[in-house]
Every structure is written in C-alpha cells, then in structure tokens.
C-alpha cells in the first residue's frame, strides 16, 4: 500500500504599506508565499505549485499577486503607491511615520 497526498505550507515574507483595492484604506498588507508539496508516506518530496498573496490588515481581502511583483515589492520593501514617481520629495505630503497625508471628508474647518 503506498500513502500519498499534499501538504499545503504558508511563508509570509514582508509586511507592506499599500492602498487597498478592495476598501482605498492605506493599511499594511501581508506579502504571502503559499507552496503545495506533494507527499509520499507523509514525507513531504518536491514543491507542486507555488502561489503569492497580499491581504489587507484592514479588511481582509485578499489579491494574487504574479511572482514578479511579489519579488520587485518584497525587496523595495513595499511602498509603490506612495512618494516614488508621483512628483513628491522626500518628507514632502507625508505624515508621521512616512504615511501620506490625506484629505479627510468628515473634518470641516481645522
């Protein structure tokens, strides 16, 4: 009798600052590697497939990311939709922390 099978294993990699698509919080997103392996008498052998995933911390949703950006946000250390290439200096629009400064519709007169 031969035992097969496959084994799921989740590494997160980075924490990452973006603008969610799902809610257009900025929040922190987990950068997520997903590997299936296939098993043999519960020996796990060799990597199936191998998945990314971002999911926002604010709402929890969740979006597939193609390995290529995977790699190009985890060692940017994460943060294309702010300040680079959208004419904005170093410290210029930006809150503590590194965090933009945003526009908020429910404050009126300060």
Known sequence: MIIFGTKGYVYQLAMLMLLCGQCGNPAAHTLRKRITKFTLFFVPL???????????????AERRVERAEAERLQSQGGNPAYGQGQGQGPGQGQGPGGIPQQQNPYRQGF
Do not use: D, E, I
Request: proline letters at 7%; one cysteine or more.
């Open 46 to 60: 060799f990597p199936v497939s191998s998945k990314y995933v971002t999911q926002c911390t604010f709402c929890g």
